[in-house]
């Protein structure tokens, strides 16, 4: 193992010159399970991707002497079977199979065990949650969830490699996690995105933070560095309110002192040394001397603040409509007859329910949001008049929109919602210049907020969130979860962390049970 080292690197994507980093000096030890966290829009898979040289530092210098991959793989559009796109992300193997007649491809095909891996993958297939028939589909048709599983499965295995592994938990359901949680756990040396603390807990040695004001890199899981996180915000969250009246007074005096060396220059103090002038010139350069020092004092005291990040409280509002909302009576569905995906499903949604609905990966929980709100019409379902739903989907489409503003703008009833969704946005610190910016130039994080400030905006009478969470920073999982218990909306929603659902459901439907 070696190191990967960054010496004062700048970066700034050309399209907008905003800089991401700025003087960036660190050391990481290829040894360390390390995670790297920060709030949405910070740099994170920026970073991953300087390291790799998909991307190229503005200046400075980047060393590593490891070879490094990045996860999640992309697999190749000409490869249609989820067999075979498993075998492409081991080493092209599937390209390989294509030409061994050719003895440097069969070479390199032995070299790889390729032989013997259809085996392998289908084990690792069966230990990771996958149904036994997911390997002969198209790898398209599959859930978020299934398509995660099966790329994970050609990361277990690959030849031993230093991996990027960005925001790998997204989509996976409990019994993946844990699979990739044991794979980590043994593997010595990775970089890894994630927002899931217990998942951070259960794998990492040190956490590289990008922070407001600098990048730091400490030893321990996300518990410690969180632990060392809150002893210095509560210090800074103590001194902030005298921080801010000491700064405010130091200004107070520098406008004085203006005004008093203003008065003297009018009327020529008495105090003045050998001429009336001169003694004037020598206080006003007084003043101006003392307003520099005052000046600099007042940037100390702020370098104090300088990480000091609070979430605001979210509001937004909801239609009302008392009693039930929805009735599901015995529902039956499934898109292949011979294979039941819902069974026996009857709920009743009521206003101000959180309804939670659990399942495995490719259990059916997308496709039931999906009858509920009206986009499969099914006879088991009724509704308590007209229910207007605000959905948030898996997959975030910002519908060719040139920037973050034009999105919000963009199919509205009236422009009350516009001005609701920008005030959301604020809330969720995404400021109305980075909504000019171009929208493929935001972070998947970045994506979803605007996009749920759009959501979160419109008139409705149920919340429907797939998946809110992935790629969602601790402050907002915060600032969510505390708005949706003060604000009690009716929402239904499919999540997979447990932190976060234990604090909010007050509906469980699990469709593993239904079965």
């Known amino acids: 193992m070696g190191k990967i080292i960054f010496e004062k690197v700048d970066?700034?994507?050309?399209?907008?010159?905003?800089?991401?980093?700025?003087?960036?000096?660190?050391?990481?030890?290829?040894?360390?399970?390390?995670?790297?966290?920060?709030?949405?829009?910070?740099?994170?898979?920026?970073?991953?991707?300087?390291?790799?040289?998909?991307?190229?530092?503005?200046?400075?210098?980047?060393?590593?002497?490891?070879?490094?991959?990045?996860?999640?793989?992309?697999?190749?559009?000409?490869?249609?079977?989820?067999?075979?796109?498993?075998?492409?992300?081991?080493?092209?193997l599937y390209s390989l199979e294509q030409h061994l007649d050719d003895s440097s491809a069969l070479e390199k095909y032995m070299e790889l065990d390729g032989f013997s891996v259809e085996g392998k993958i289908r084990k690792e297939a069966g230990k990771i949650g996958l149904k036994y028939n997911i390997l002969d589909r198209?790898?398209?048709?599959?859930?978020?969830?299934?398509?995660?599983?099966?790329?994970?499965?050609?990361?277990?295995?690959?030849?031993?490699?230093f991996i990027l592994l960005d925001e790998p938990t997204n989509h996976l359901d409990v019994h993946g996690?844990?699979?990739?949680?044991?794979?980590?756990?043994?593997?010595?040396?990775?970089?890894?995105?994630?927002?899931?603390?217990?998942?951070l807990d259960s794998v990492t040695d040190h956490i590289l933070s990008i922070n407001k004001a600098d990048i730091t890199i400490e030893k321990g899981n996300y518990t410690t560095w969180e632990n060392n996180k809150t002893i210095v915000?509560?210090?800074?969250?103590?001194?902030?309110?005298?921080?801010?009246?000491?700064?405010?007074?130091?200004e107070s005096n520098i406008v004085q002192k203006k005004n008093w060396a203003d008065v003297s220059n009018k009327q020529k103090y008495h105090f003045a040394s050998n001429s009336r002038t001169g003694g004037v010139q020598a206080y006003q350069g007084q003043a101006k001397r003392s307003e520099l020092k005052i000046r600099k004092?007042?940037?100390?005291?702020?370098?104090l603040l300088r990480n000091y990040e609070e979430s605001r409280n979210l509001e937004f509002e909801q239609e009302e409509k008392e009693g039930w909302l929805i009735k599901v009576d015995n529902l039956n569905f499934s898109y292949i007859r011979e294979e039941k995906l819902i069974k026996n499903l009857s709920l009743e949604v009521k206003e101000h329910d959180t309804v939670l609905i659990q399942g495995k990966n490719g259990s059916g929980k997308s496709t039931l949001l999906k009858l509920i709100t009206g986009k499969i019409v099914h006879p088991s379902i009724s509704y308590n008049g007209n229910i207007i739903f605000s959905v948030l989907p898996q997959e975030i489409d910002m519908e060719n929109?040139?920037?973050?503003?034009?999105?919000?703008?963009?199919?509205?009833?009236?422009?009350?919602?516009?001005?609701?969704?920008?005030q959301v946005c604020e809330m969720f610190d995404i400021t109305e210049e980075l909504l000019e910016k171009?929208?493929?130039?935001?972070?998947?994080?970045?994506?979803k907020k605007i996009y749920l400030a759009k959501v979160l905006s419109r008139r409705n009478h149920i919340i429907v969130l797939d998946e809110p969470l992935n790629y969602m920073d601790n402050m907002f999982r915060k600032q969510i979860l505390r708005a949706f218990k003060m604000l009690r909306p009716t929402v239904l929603l499919i999540e997979h962390d447990s932190f976060f659902l234990q604090n909010l459901a007050t509906v469980i439907v699990n469709l593993d049970e239904q079965k």
């Open 11 to 92: 970066f700034y994507y050309p399209e907008i010159y905003s800089p991401v980093f700025e003087k960036v000096s660190i050391s990481v030890d290829t040894k360390w399970r390390l995670g790297l966290i920060g709030r949405n829009g910070r740099g994170k898979t920026t970073l991953l991707k300087l390291i790799t040289g998909e991307l190229t530092q503005t200046s400075g210098k980047i060393k590593r002497d490891v070879d490094v991959e990045y996860f999640p793989y992309q697999y190749f559009g000409n490869v249609k079977i989820t067999l075979n796109v498993i075998k492409e992300c081991i080493g092209g």
């Open 138 to 161: 198209e790898f398209e048709t599959l859930s978020s969830g299934e398509r995660t599983k099966a790329l994970i499965i050609s990361l277990f295995l690959k030849q031993n490699t």
């Open 177 to 199: 996690k844990e699979e990739l949680k044991n794979y980590l756990k043994k593997k010595q040396g990775f970089i890894l995105v994630s927002h899931d603390r217990a998942f």
């Open 233 to 250: 915000e509560e210090y800074e969250r103590r001194t902030s309110e005298n921080l801010q009246h000491e700064i405010a007074r130091m």
């Open 297 to 303: 004092d007042i940037e100390e005291k702020k370098k």
């Open 401 to 422: 929109c040139h920037n973050g503003r034009e999105f919000l703008k963009s199919k509205l009833d009236d422009e009350k919602e516009y001005i609701s969704s920008m």
């Open 438 to 447: 171009p929208c493929d130039t935001y972070s998947s994080g970045e994506k």
